[in-house]
């Protein structure tokens, strides 16, 4: 931070200078304890997203149907994992541990993206994750590049490169399908049927529900509203669908010349809801693969805390 | 020749790739699952290339039967736990380093990628060595596993030293380095080199003939079913 303000000024009146002046807030700064914890919670459920976003996609790995996606997709997964670690160090620099974060995903006291409780059932899944899901993950993500705590958004720039990478390999695949066969053709339709609506599900309850949005707006936290953000994939989506030949599953898609905006039917909130609750298809499949990996994986953890402390008397006692 | 040498190595690239892709979502650290994805997918490209040598990638990897896969049967073997992956890497990677080292070196058809491949192996090497001496040196359990890995696998360790028709290496001196370095690691991570020199022992060796173990078919089934699914389709 870098306004000037009197020497007299209390923490507050600095931290909201600062806000209003659109700098950036950074970790040795002083911060409301409020604006700390909704950092840590959101920072944290968009690391694990990433991390559980790794599964839908990870179950296609082994079954790429060519060497040229399997790669672009391994790489993207990797990708997903290398984001979960930008984001764990940007929490961790709040004074929470990386450790700790895990533990709430996995006891289910931290939440993740309510998309990845959907199944990838076929391989254009993999192609309508990276249109839609990224696509609105990116247009969720870029006004987070501009966000108020620096090391969240310094980490989004980073992301935002990546997940527009994604979501163009995305696009590309169901364009390969798309104008296939008629079989493939009717994988990637039936693909982006089933993952339209928890798409638009992404961008949160509609704004007069949303519970955080007011209090994360005025500390610059988040930019646009829910709904904002949701109407505005909407309009890109629809003009890119047809340029893939597919359609998108809602009779009340039009254009509306007045709002300049395309109008879109209701979201079922009550599917959303039931996802959020860990009633969706695969929540408990989800977590239950994470929570696996974590406690098969303890021994692995063990053993490298014991080869590091022997490693580090050692050195000791080298010195002596 | 170049053809039969080009498929030895790829599908011991691509069928290792594939093991290791496995490992995406389960592995015990996220720095894990970067690594190890970073691992399979050198190897993929490695696989690539060296499939292309020989004909049309896909073709290749998705249409081809069991006995026409001519990888060694180390590389095809199931991931077991975080131990037999690393045991597995230990001793694939020291192989393919000193193999591609000696190819990078010659001016044969595989020296251009072995220059490129001989930088990744070492990577590949220097991580399942770092990991073996953590697990071996680490805990009581931790070394348990570490060596009950490695006399698992050791038999089929004989098999990467039969020489391949078309690829220009010194195989003996590819063997004696290969033991020196892995016995030295192994020493240093308190862990005992596998009883039974590797020849003599029952070593498996007939991956490059085309004769697997039986996990393999079915992880190509599992490999080549949506491609197999669409004949003649692009994607």
Same mark, same amino acid.
Do not use: K, S
């Given at each position: 931070m870098t306004t000037t303000v009197p020497h007299t000024a209390t923490p507050e009146a600095v931290f909201d200078a600062a806000v209003a002046a659109d700098e950036r807030i950074e970790p040795r700064d002083w911060m409301p304890d409020a604006y700390r914890a909704t950092l840590v919670r959101q920072i944290a459920q968009h690391a694990h997203s990433e991390i559980i976003g790794m599964q839908p996609e990870a179950n296609w790995i082994t079954r790429a149907p060519s060497l040229r996606r399997k790669a672009i997709l391994m790489a993207k997964v990797q990708d997903e994992a290398g984001h979960g670690l930008y984001l764990y160090s940007a929490a961790e620099t709040l004074g929470v541990d990386r450790e700790e974060l895990l533990d709430k995903l996995h006891s289910g006291r931290q939440r993740y993206s309510s998309i990845f409780n959907y199944p990838t059932l076929t391989w254009a899944d993999v192609g309508a994750i990276g249109w839609l899901v990224d696509g609105a993950a990116i247009t969720n993500q870029v006004p987070l590049c501009r966000c108020s705590y620096g090391p969240y958004a310094r980490a989004m720039v980073r992301i935002c490169k990546e997940e527009s990478f994604h979501q163009r390999q995305g696009y590309e695949l169901l364009l390969a399908l798309s104008r296939g066969t008629e079989a493939q053709h009717a994988m990637a339709q039936d693909a982006v049927n089933r993952w339209w609506w928890p798409s638009l599900m992404m961008f949160g309850p509609p704004d007069e529900q949303s519970a955080h949005s007011g209090q994360s707006m005025a500390w610059k936290i988040k930019r646009h509203s829910n709904d904002e953000l949701r109407q505005r994939f909407v309009d890109i989506c629809v003009p890119q669908a047809e340029s893939l030949g597919l359609t998108l599953p809602d009779p009340a898609l039009r254009w509306n010349e007045e709002r300049g905006h395309y109008d879109f039917g209701p979201i079922d909130w009550d599917e959303f809801n039931e996802v959020l609750r860990g009633n969706g298809?695969? /929540?408990?499949?989800?977590?239950?693969? %994470? %929570?696996?990996?974590?406690? /098969?994986?303890?021994?692995? %953890?063990?053993?490298?805390t014991a080869y590091a402390a022997k490693h580090a008397t050692a050195h000791q006692e080298d010195r002596a | 020749m170049?053809?039969?040498?080009?498929?030895?190595?790829?599908?011991?690239?691509?069928?290792l790739s594939h093991r290791l892709g496995e490992w995406a979502g389960h592995a015990p650290v996220l720095e894990e699952e970067v690594a190890l994805a970073n691992i399979a997918l050198d190897l993929l490209g490695q696989a690539r290339t060296l499939l292309s040598m020989a004909g049309d990638e896909d073709e290749l990897a998705y249409l081809r039967e069991e006995r026409a896969f001519t990888n060694t049967q180390l590389t095809e073997q199931p991931n077991g736990d975080f131990a037999h992956t690393i045991a597995r890497q230990l001793y694939f990677s020291v192989y393919q380093h000193l193999l591609y080292a000696q190819l990078a070196a010659g001016n044969g058809p595989f020296a251009p990628l072995a220059a490129k491949a001989v930088k990744e192996t070492a990577y590949h090497r220097d991580h399942a060595e770092h990991w073996t001496l953590r697990l071996g040196d680490g805990t009581e359990e931790s070394h348990r596993r570490m060596q009950h890995a490695l006399d698992a696998l050791w038999r089929y360790t004989g098999e990467l030293f039969e020489p391949v028709e078309g690829v220009a290496v010194d195989w003996a001196a590819l063997r004696e380095d290969w033991l020196t370095l892995v016995g030295g690691t192994l020493r240093e991570a308190t862990l005992t080199l596998p009883q039974g020199p590797q020849g003599d022992a029952w070593t498996a060796g007939a991956g490059r003939q085309g004769i697997h173990t039986e996990p393999f078919g079915r992880m190509l089934a599992e490999m080549q079913h949506l491609h197999r699914s669409h004949p003649g389709a692009s994607w």
């Open positions: 298809p695969c /929540n408990a499949e989800r977590l239950a693969q %994470r %929570r696996a990996a974590h406690e /098969n994986g303890a021994w692995v %953890r063990d053993a490298a | 170049t053809r039969t040498a080009a498929l030895a190595l790829g599908d011991d690239a691509l069928v």
